[in-house]
């Protein structure tokens, strides 16, 4: 069975990363988290007092961030390591998400975790999920989904998210926030959030987390079918 490449884009709470984690374990494919990447090297540059405004040191900074991913044996969930130390629960925290945009805006550091997104997906069998992996990333990329929700819903998964990790954020602090995230990431000038022209849209507002990995779960085995047709018409 051919394996392929899944890119799932959209804003900040949509439920990319959770339906993605599934989707990524049903299949037995293997999942990136690429807001993860950027997380982890805001979480760096925070931790190194690195100057957001100088190209050379942040040039310099990236050349020492090693980031790689590692199932968690007792949870079977996929944890973020930053120079071999876990940062799962650090890069998660409020702190991270109201500095992450910024740092994701920056040119240096979008073409570094591009690279490393490439290569981690160079033998397909993937699901990657962010806001430019259909676009730029894995722009030949099999299937391409465009995941949206209402804003209002949105605040409160990130906020309950939020919760469950210990961290007590009023709703009013989450939808700045979110507000916020939006903003840069539709008007940089580096990588955009915008919907590739090939990708479907996803809206998740009214859907449980069982609907959307059960929905996306028959796309993508539509598309594996087509995939295997269109290669056995090609033998």
């Known amino acids: 069975m051919k394996k392929i490449v899944i890119a799932i884009d959209g ?3 949509c439920g ?3 339906t993605a984690k599934i989707i ?3 299949l037995n494919y293997k ?5 993860a990447m950027y997380r982890a090297v805001t979480l760096f540059f925070d931790q190194n007092h690195i100057k957001l405004t100088n190209p050379k040191e942040i040039s310099k900074a990236l050349e020492n961030i090693n980031i790689a991913f590692k199932v968690d044996e007792e949870s079977s969930l996929c944890d973020t390591y930053l120079n071999g130390l876990n940062v ?5 925290k409020m702190y991270i998400s109201e500095k992450v945009s910024e740092v994701s805006a920056i040119s240096e550091v979008r073409k570094a975790m591009v690279d490393q997104q490439r290569k981690l997906g160079k033998s397909k069998g993937i699901v990657m999920d962010g806001r430019d992996i259909g676009t730029v990333v894995f722009p030949e990329a099999e299937l391409k989904i465009f995941m949206t929700a209402e804003f209002y819903v949105r605040a409160e998964r990130r ?5 469950g990790k210990g961290e007590l954020v009023d709703l009013e602090t989450v939808m700045n926030n979110l507000s916020k995230r939006d903003q840069i990431d539709s008007s940089r000038e580096d990588s955009p959030l915008i919907q590739a022209d ?3 849209e996803f809206d998740t507002t009214n859907l449980t987390m069982e609907e959307q990995v059960d929905e996306i779960l028959q796309l993508i085995t539509s598309k594996i079918i087509e995939e295997n ?5 090609k033998l």
């Open 229 to 233: 047709s269109l290669e056995t018409q």
């Open 198 to 200: 090939d990708a479907i």
């Open 24 to 26: 990524a374990s049903e």
């Open 11 to 13: 804003s900040s709470a």
């Open 16 to 18: 990319k990363s959770s």
């Open 159 to 163: 906020q309950k998210e939020l919760l």
């Open 31 to 35: 999942y990136i988290d690429s807001g």
């Open 88 to 92: 799962e629960k650090d890069i998660r």
